[in-house]
């Protein structure tokens, strides 16, 4: 039981790296490549050598990951990220070149609009992007370079991409064209947002902050109207110097009206900012899952 509990979370993971790598092959193939749109990073310098030569997209993705992968050891856990990111980029590989040997799909792709070709490639890629990231790994290439910023220097993922994929997308406008190009930095930029979504959620949650003259009456109208907690922080007044307590809580995006009204039946004067979270984890919420 022991033996189980401990290796069925690394098989999910591996199973949901598989799947990552696979979709990321599939929006490549049928989307990208089809419509000469660089997807950025190795795959998109492999994708402007394929242009010219005969040479196999997905082998030299693999080739161009080995420098790569020697920074990510260093970088972004040792022997963890490294099994993790190998397995990937190898799933990723492999399955770029099989594709159009399967003649399960179009070989010139689905469709010739290169708007629909950008569209649905960002979305299919970030997906896949997503579910390789919640599995603790990286695709290689530019991820890793986007991860390690992201580590760092706390820079989001939507712009890291952005940064260390430009010199891909400049090469690109002058092997396929500017047009290509251009659509291939709105490839890069909703790719991005899409694979923050799986990673951390759409943002639903939302976080409430009240300073209030009657604090107490307020929290237990939420506590007892909305079954939500709420905590009592120690705050003071920066131009009165007063001390009051400010009063924190997380709720649902279709929650913020309910509590509106309640601050407007309580407290009228009241003061309320209201954040955006991407996750919350706990009673009330999704459980704590390691």
């Not at 598989?18 to 929006?27: K, L």
């Not at 190998?86 to 010739?112: C, E, H």
């Not at 009456?217 to 907690?229: I, N």
Request: aromatic share 10%; glycine share 10%.
């Amino acid at each position: 039981m022991n033996s189980f509990n401990k290796f069925w979370p690394l098989f999910l993971d591996y199973a949901l790296i598989s799947i990552g790598a696979i979709i990321q092959a599939i929006g490549l193939r049928l989307f990208l490549v089809p419509a000469n749109l660089a997807s950025g990073g190795v795959s998109g310098i492999s994708q402007l050598i394929n242009h010219y030569t005969d040479w196999p997209i997905g082998l030299m993705v693999l080739i161009g990951n080995i420098p790569l992968f020697v920074l990510g050891w260093r970088f972004l856990g040792g022997s963890r990220f490294a099994l993790r990111t190998a397995f990937a980029v190898i799933v990723y590989s492999l399955f770029v070149d099989l594709i159009p040997r399967l003649n399960i799909f179009p070989t010139q792709g689905i469709t010739d609009d290169i708007f629909l070709n950008s569209l649905y490639g960002a979305v299919i890629s970030g997906v896949g992007y997503g579910l390789v990231y919640r599995a603790r790994g990286t695709s290689g290439g530019s991820d890793v370079l986007a991860r390690i910023l992201n580590h760092y220097r706390s820079v989001p993922m939507t712009q890291s991409y952005l940064m260390v994929d430009s010199a891909v997308i400049l090469a690109a406008g002058f092997v396929f064209g500017w047009k290509q190009a251009l659509y291939a930095i709105i490839t890069l930029y909703v790719s991005g947002l899409v694979s923050e979504t799986v990673l951390e959620g759409p943002g639903t949650i939302r976080t409430a902050l009240i300073v209030t003259n009657h604090p107490d009456a307020v929290a237990q109208r939420v506590l007892t109207d909305m079954e939500r907690g709420m905590t009592i922080l120690q705050g003071k007044g920066a131009y009165t110097g007063a001390e009051r307590p400010v009063l924190y809580c997380v709720i649902s995006r279709s929650e913020v009206s309910q509590l509106k009204a309640i601050l407007q039946e309580v407290d009228p004067k009241a003061f309320m900012v209201i954040g955006q979270a991407h996750e919350a984890v706990g009673e009330g919420f999704k459980p704590l899952v390691k």
